[in-house]
């Protein structure tokens, strides 16, 4: 029988039972959640994407826990050892660890101290110390009688060794002694490195001798941790103040009085438990779960950063000569039209070791002439400052004939990834592999979406220890950012790539492709319902992907709008009743049919049309803007003329900056010099912050105040506080 967890969720996330209730019955007849988000809100009560989300994570894990229970029900019944107390309590847990300590006696071991014991026949003498019945007792005498040569217990010593190995092994098993030892451990456990080895760079210089309590523990000291430690330059374990208040809790869990003829061989048993079982064992469970909640915060970081980098405002209508900057190998050119058409490439050699930089500025600045570049865009790698100033004395020395020429510095994150990929070699076939980071650099500039979901998203670093996350959560999680951004903005149904195809809603990797088959060899999509000719795109693919694909070639004007096809006829009727047709929203009543419709209440349209008010609300914001870009009232990137040194800067200096990444101590800005600068945590606001996203995101243009400069070590550190 499937469990209704509707209620509980609802409770945890403060939701209406009937909202989560309709969402899980949606995502279980197989719809996304960008569609369940814009197209379904009437059955939700208008969650949003994240809302969806959480509901379908925290869903998918209740479902996941009570496979579990019956599970872990099924193998201990088979042992013959369930018990109707047992029953309850695994049925009653809500958490996978509960069900896990419940399970762990029960689970098969490995052969252990205990499991020799029990072979050599000493579990009942275990079982009489267990019980502690005897007040008067001589455990010497108890122990004789299990003396066997043939099974190795030569005296009542090594028996009394063997019962307490077993005993150890059961107080470890306890459920509800590892619960108490967890939450002590927790409350009073701090984590501590050492140096374990030559670090020469000095990267784990602040963990060398480090200790911090469990409980205060930022998430990215943790993934650096693990990092030093697989590096094997540190050397980090979980300590306890007092080990003894924790044998104490034990044995006040194992003793069946205060005072106890027992209370010897207990607290031997208990020490030997806690020390060789038990703290080992909670330290590797409390450790993992640390390393759970930071890459967790590390991922959810990585996501923010990235649907901020996706969401990019597009450079439109300038071509753009795009510099892959380098030394040694030279810099890769490609220039490209409006559209993103390649027109020409070249590598020039400005820097040492060739150093040839007049012969580049000539040739460049030839480029730019021939083929009426508007933009220079340079990639933020290697080389680039110095790639910088070769632009800004080209558009110095060209200002008297191109006024308008202007340069941009791109990030160039994951470009080489692009270059060596099949996608590349599928689109750009005759070009070397050295130009296509160069023709990634300058699409990007012109549509940063549609250029970056060419590229595996955890290849475009934005974030922190991205390389150290758990790979398939981190591939997942920003395999829906790239969905949800991609469907948030729409997809041009006739220009867009396989690549960008695919994260559209519904659609797989091979409809991709086959849509873009269809359409280099038909021609044009006139219109949505043309999709469904395209061989493996049935009727439920087209619900999830119609609504998010854009036709601006479309005779019907709808096809450029986000209303949904299964909307088309309530759009119609809700023009007709302010005597339109869908004809007027490209003709000559257009801004009639605007004026009219900006004074119209949805509430009431809805009412007298029965449509839901959401529907009706979506419908006549999507008739105000036919193919709306949302990225397009967002602050254009910085466009430069000139280049600072980090000579230049001086403390209290006001710049404009891009910000480049968002990590969890701070945001790292562009300010046009070749490093970029920190803003700390604690100097991005008057207020309290407790993660930087709360304040700026990548991509954000800022005006920043210079603190300090340190020529050495090349660090700048900025304030976005006001004087």
């Not at 922190?464 to 729409?490: K, M, P, R």
């Not at 000139?642 to 891009?658: F, N």
Request: aromatic share 6%; hydrophobic share 40%.
């Amino acid at each position: 029988m499937t469990v209704d967890f509707s209620h509980q969720i609802a409770t945890e996330f403060s939701l209406q039972e009937w909202q989560v209730r309709n969402a899980i019955e949606l995502f279980d007849e197989g719809n996304t959640i960008p569609f369940v988000a814009r197209y379904r809100k009437e059955r939700t009560g208008e969650l949003d994407e994240e809302e969806l989300r959480k509901v379908q994570e925290r869903h998918n894990y209740l479902r996941s826990l009570e496979e579990r229970k019956a599970e872990v029900l099924r193998l201990v019944a088979e042992q013959g050892k369930l018990t109707p107390e047992l029953t309850e309590k695994i049925q009653e847990a809500v958490k996978m660890q509960t069900v896990e300590d419940l399970y762990r006696p029960f689970r098969p071991k490995r052969r252990t101290r205990a499991t020799i014991a029990r072979e050599r026949g000493l579990e009942p003498l275990a079982e009489l110390i267990w019980a502690q019945e005897e007040s008067g007792v001589d455990l010497d005498q108890l122990a004789q009688v299990y003396i066997n040569l043939e099974q190795e217990v030569p005296d009542s010593e090594s028996a009394l060794a063997g019962a307490k190995d077993i005993l150890a092994e059961e107080v470890a098993d306890d459920p509800e002694i590892r619960e108490v030892l967890r939450k002590l451990t927790w409350q009073t456990g701090v984590i501590v490195s050492t140096a374990s080895g030559q670090d020469q760079a000095g990267v784990y210089q602040m963990y060398a001798e480090y200790q911090e309590p469990l409980s205060k523990v930022p998430p990215h000291r943790i993934l650096a941790l693990n990092r030093g430690e697989r590096e094997e330059l540190l050397r980090v374990q979980v300590v306890v103040a007092d080990p003894a208040q924790l044998v104490d809790a034990i044995l006040t869990r194992v003793l069946q009085a205060a005072v106890s003829p027992w209370q010897e061989i207990w607290l031997k048993v208990v020490e030997d438990s806690y020390k060789r079982l038990l703290a080992p064992s909670l330290e590797r469970e409390i450790r993992s779960e640390l390393t759970e909640k930071a890459e967790a915060q590390a991922i959810n970081v990585f996501a923010q950063n990235l649907r901020a980098l996706l969401l990019q405002p597009p450079i439109r209508g300038r071509g753009v000569l795009a510099i892959d900057p380098g030394f040694r190998t030279g810099c890769k050119v490609a220039v490209v039209n409006e559209y993103g058409d390649l027109l020409a490439t070249e590598t020039i050699y400005p820097h040492p070791p060739q150093q040839r930089w007049a012969e580049t500025k000539k040739l460049v600045s030839a480029l730019v002439a021939e083929h009426g570049v508007l933009l220079i865009a340079i990639g933020n790698g290697t080389a680039s400052r110095e790639t910088e100033q070769l632009a800004a004395e080209i558009i110095r020395e060209m200002s008297s004939n191109s006024a308008d020429l202007q340069y941009v510095i791109a990030s160039e994150a994951g470009a080489s990834v692009y270059s060596a990929s099949p996608l590349a070699r599928e689109e750009l076939p005759d070009l070397d592999v050295s130009l296509r980071g160069a023709v990634s650099i300058a699409r990007r500039v012109q549509d940063p979406l549609a250029e970056l979901v060419k590229i595996e998203p955890k290849a475009i670093g934005v974030g922190q220890y991205q390389h150290d996350v758990n790979q398939s959560q981190l591939a997942g999680t920003l395999a829906g950012v790239v969905e949800s951004a991609v469907n948030y903005i729409g997809v041009n149904l006739n220009t867009a790539s396989p690549a960008l195809l695919s994260y559209v809603a519904g659609v797989s990797p091979t409809v991709a492709k086959n849509m873009v088959s269809y359409r280099q060899e038909h021609g044009p999509f006139p219109s949505r319902t043309e999709l469904l000719k395209v061989p493996r795109l049935g009727p439920a693919t087209f619900r999830q992907c119609a609504g998010f694909l854009r036709i601006p070639e479309s005779h019907y004007p709808l096809d450029n709008t986000a209303v949904h096809p299964e909307s088309y006829q309530l759009t119609e009727r809700i023009l007709a009743r302010f005597g339109f047709t869908v004809a007027d929203l490209k003709g000559t009543r257009a801004a009639e049919v605007h004026q009219a419709l900006s004074q119209a209440d949805p509430t009431a349209v809805a009412e007298q049309l029965a449509a839901g008010v959401p529907t009706v609300r979506d419908i006549l914001a999507a008739i105000f803007k036919p193919g709306r870009d949302p990225r397009d009232e967002m602050p254009a990137p910085i466009l430069r003329t000139d280049v600072l040194s980090l000579e230049d800067l001086q403390p209290g200096m006001q710049l404009k900056g891009t910000v480049r990444n968002v990590v969890d101590f701070g945001a790292f800005v562009d300010i046009g010099v070749k490093q970029d600068g920190l803003v700390h945590i604690s100097q991005l606001s008057d207020r309290y912050v407790k993660h930087p996203l709360e304040v700026v995101s990548v991509g954000d243009v800022v005006t920043v105040r210079v603190l300090e400069v340190d020529l050495q070590r090349q660090r700048i550190v900025l304030s976005l506080k006001p004087i």
